[in-house]
């Protein structure tokens, strides 16, 4: 601890951290999202192509699918967020998150599970733009390295935590056969449902915190501008 510092300031700088946080790992859940969009099919993959009976190419078309709403959704996300916020663009890819999790899981054929893939997919690629942009645009300069650093690492979890779900889930099949019953669902579909939870969450959490500053500069609102550089920061903004 810096003796130079204090006690007032010191727990100043501890808030405004805690703050910074709050917003920045809110943000960052959109790549956990990216994450977990992207990989938590790789389990299903064997009983989708069983239960639709569908050829290796058409499965692979399926599993890829997701990528044409990704290029699609970044190529759009600038757009959005430039006409409606960087928040409200989050809470819309927390929403085509959540829409695709219940239609895949819930697909009763290929061509529909292609569908939600690719409305997934638009979500993939909101978030991979528009997180990593609002976490640089709320933090201050000396952290923005480090706080922009959480979206890849939320990425790499939620990658992560996507394959251990899969495998947990299989566990509770009598066969270890992800085509089997979990309840009323096969286990391959709670796999893809599984993704209801953090969607909820992203959406939730973003709903709490500040509209991008830069945003509302670009607006034409400078004083509500300065409000949330004020609340980020815990100082006056010029």
Do not use: C
């Amino acid at each position: 601890m810096d003796p130079s510092v204090s006690a007032p300031e010191l727990k100043r700088q501890r808030r405004l951290l805690r703050f910074i946080l709050q917003i920045a790992i809110s943000a960052a859940l959109g790549g956990f999202l990216f994450g977990y969009d992207t990989a938590v099919i790789n389990g299903a993959v064997g009983a989708i192509g069983e239960v639709f009976q569908v050829s290796s190419g058409d499965l692979g078309r399926a599993v890829a699918s997701a990528l044409i709403g990704s290029a699609i959704g970044a190529l759009a996300a600038g757009w959005l967020s430039d006409r409606i916020g960087r928040r409200h663009s989050m809470v819309v890819a927390a929403v085509l998150f959540l829409a695709s999790a219940i239609g895949s899981a819930l697909a009763q054929s290929l061509s529909a599970l292609i569908v939600w893939r690719v409305i997934g997919g638009l979500g993939v690629g909101f978030a991979s733009v528009l997180a990593p942009a609002y976490i640089a645009e709320v933090s201050p300069a000396d952290q923005r390295g480090r706080l922009g650093s959480l979206q890849q690492l939320a990425i790499v979890v939620g990658i992560f935590l996507a394959l251990l779900f899969d495998y947990a889930i299989v566990l509770f099949t009598p066969d270890r056969n992800p085509v089997s019953a979990v309840g009323p669902l096969a286990a391959w579909r709670w796999m893809l449902l599984s993704e209801v939870l953090p969607a909820t969450l992203y959406g939730l959490l973003v709903l709490g915190i500040p509209e991008s500053p830069r945003y509302l500069v670009q607006k034409g609102l400078p004083e509500q501008a300065r409000l949330v550089i004020e609340r980020t920061l815990h100082e006056p903004a010029q």
